[in-house]
């Protein structure tokens, strides 16, 4: 159990058989009246995001999440397998699962794939990767890196706005976070 006093930004806790993470919390001791807590929360299942008030010291359950390293092996249909660096043991998790950074994820790459209960609830990937551009219009001379962006297809299938200068084979790193180049490797 945690106390509404404790709850800071990354915080999680479990509220009607779901877990959320506290986004914003901001503590209000009104001039009368009891002192409460303004929470704005993220269920970390499905991405919903509500308001949420509760009495200063009134207690909740916390969610222990676990966190695993685990290696995406390979793609087998629409599921993915990631292999526990521990145990040795296959996880399948769908597209869904993983989420929208699933465009940046290629075989032999590690991740964290955080449980609860035994069920997956996300999959961090890192927070920059270098990945080989598939697919571009060709460079000009004079493209310069402050003179505009174009479109790059990448080797997982993501696209991603490069500065002009490069060019289709050349290896980019990447930020997964906001989908933005980064620079070469």
């Known amino acids: ?15 009607d058989g779901s877990v959320w993470k506290v986004v914003e919390f901001l503590h209000v001791k009104p001039g009368k009246g009891s002192a409460f807590v303004r929470t704005k929360l993220k269920n970390v299942q499905n991405g919903n995001v509500v308001e949420r008030t509760f009495r200063a010291g009134e207690t909740v359950p916390q969610a222990t999440l676990e966190k695993i390293v ?7 249909g629409d599921e993915f397998v990631f292999m526990d ?13 993983i989420g929208d950074r ?30 080989e551009v598939t697919q571009t219009d060709p460079g000009v001379k004079g493209d310069t890196a402050t003179g505009g ?11 991603v706005m490069v500065p002009l200068f ?20």
């Open 1 to 15: 159990m945690i106390s509404s006093n404790d709850f800071r930004s990354g915080v999680s806790i479990v509220l």
């Open 149 to 159: 962006t174009k479109p790059a297809t990448l080797e997982t299938g993501a696209t």
């Open 70 to 76: 685990m290696q995406h092996t390979y793609k087998e």
């Open 85 to 97: 660096m521990e145990s040795y043991e296959e996880n399948r998790l769908s597209a869904a699962q």
């Open 166 to 185: 490069i060019s289709q084979g050349e290896k980019i790193k990447i930020d997964t976070r906001n989908d933005t180049y980064l620079g070469r490797e």
């Open 102 to 131: 699933v465009k940046y994820l290629k075989e032999g790459m590690e991740a964290n794939v955080v449980k609860w209960d035994e069920q997956v609830l996300e999959v961090e990937l890192p927070n920059s990767v270098v990945l």
